[in-house]
C-alpha cells in the first residue's frame, strides 16, 4: 500500500504548472529550458516584440525572482502562454516572463 502524505505548495506548483491569478510570493526559481538561451521579460503577457524590456534577458540556468501573478497571454504564432512578473537581479529589471521556462 502507497502511503499518502500532504504535498507542500512548490510540489502542487510543478505538478499543476501555476494557477491563472494565484501570487507565490517572492520565491526565487531557476530560468531553464531555453531553446534560444535567453528569456525577453516583457511589459504585457503577449509574445511581441513591441513589449520586450530586455530582449536577451536571464539565461538557463539564472535565477529570477517571482514577484506576482500568473496570468494568461499569447505565445508564439498566438498560442495561448502562461506569464509570470518577475525579477531579474542579474539586469535589475522587473516584467513578464513566459511561465513555462521558469522552474
Do not use: C
Not at 507565490?24 to 513589449?51: C, D, H, M, Q
Not at 506569464?83 to 531579474?88: G, I, K, L, P, T
Not at 522587473?94 to 521558469?102: D, P, R, S, W
Amino acid at each position: 500500500m502507497t502511503d499518502i502524505r500532504k504535498i507542500n505548495g512548490q510540489e502542487l506548483e510543478n505538478v499543476a504548472g501555476g494557477v491563472e491569478g494565484f501570487n507565490y510570493g517572492n520565491g526565487w526559481r531557476t530560468v531553464k529550458g531555453l531553446p534560444s538561451g535567453y528569456l525577453a521579460i516583457r511589459t504585457a503577457p503577449s509574445f511581441a516584440y513591441e513589449n520586450e524590456i530586455i530582449h536577451n534577458g536571464p539565461k538557463n540556468g539564472q535565477l529570477v525572482q517571482i514577484v506576482g501573478e500568473y496570468v494568461q497571454g499569447t505565445g508564439i504564432n498566438g498560442v495561448p502562454a502562461t506569464y509570470v512578473r518577475v525579477y531579474s537581479p542579474d539586469f535589475g529589471i522587473t516584467g513578464l516572463a513566459n511561465a513555462a521556462f521558469i522552474g
